[in-house]
């Protein structure tokens, strides 16, 4: 995550089917946000029937074996999103994830996303929930960076006040002590410059070894 990105070669190389499942990933991600603001009971109905049928143009096509969910990539990865691309908060490849772009700024992991309507909690407000989601992989992703990771043993947030849709906000992670095999995380969430939430979170660290086989699993 320092300088430029890296090209890289996912394991499922060339032309890359994972491009192809982005384009499909982001359309569906589109379909997403217009079905849950579409008010014209026609055009609804009438992209049903389009959805319907292309739903069943591709169920025969389903039976070979998926690509894998967390590829081996030559050089390594050099973004979170390369090594998770069907996670639900920042896969490119899953279109239920907003996604959340990260970058590594000053010892912290810092996620930027829009959260649009499927997002929604409150009116015009990003579900507790959806922040939940996310907060976990940024404190996962701090942690990541800093050389000691591991799944999440203990995630607590505070709601300081709402998480405004429409608008790019600004997630921040940093991991703050190691103790033993657990490791603690804190982090905030921007809208703007107002504070509209924090997180404070435990994981277990796993050696690399053992997450490689978590993943191969």
């Known amino acids: 995550m320092r300088g430029p990105r890296a090209s890289s070669t996912l ?3 060339p032309m890359t ?5 982005g384009r499909l990933a982001a ?7 217009a079905t849950v603001q579409l008010a014209d009971i026609a055009a609804a109905m009438d992209a049903a029937v389009e959805v319907e049928r292309l739903v069943a143009r591709l169920a025969p096509r389903l039976t070979g074996p998926p690509l894998p969910r967390h ?3 030559t050089p390594p990865p050099t973004e979170p999103a390369d090594l998770m691309p069907f996670d639900l908060v920042l896969g490119r490849l899953n279109p239920i994830a907003p996604p959340i772009a990260f970058t590594w700024e000053d010892g912290k992991s810092v996620g930027r996303v829009t959260f649009t309507r499927p997002y929604e909690g409150p009116p015009g ?3 507790g929930g959806m922040i939940a989601a996310a907060f976990d992989q940024v404190l996962s992703v701090a942690n990541i960076m800093a050389g000691a990771a591991g799944p999440t043993a203990q995630l607590k947030l505070r709601y300081r006040k709402p998480t405004p ?7 921040e992670g940093w991991q703050t002590r190691v103790a033993g ?4 995380a804190e982090g905030r969430l921007l809208a703007g410059d107002t504070v509209t939430a924090e997180a404070e ?11 490689m086989r978590l993943l191969e699993s």
């Open 125 to 127: 407000c990003v579900h």
């Open 17 to 21: 089917p994972h491009q192809a499942l």
């Open 165 to 171: 849709l429409g608008v790019e906000v600004r997630f």
């Open 71 to 73: 590829p081996t990539m």
């Open 27 to 33: 359309a569906v991600r589109s379909l997403t946000a």
């Open 11 to 13: 394991a499922w190389d």
């Open 201 to 211: 979170g435990i994981f277990v660290q796993l050696t690399g070894s053992r997450v």
């Open 181 to 184: 095999r657990r490791i603690h």
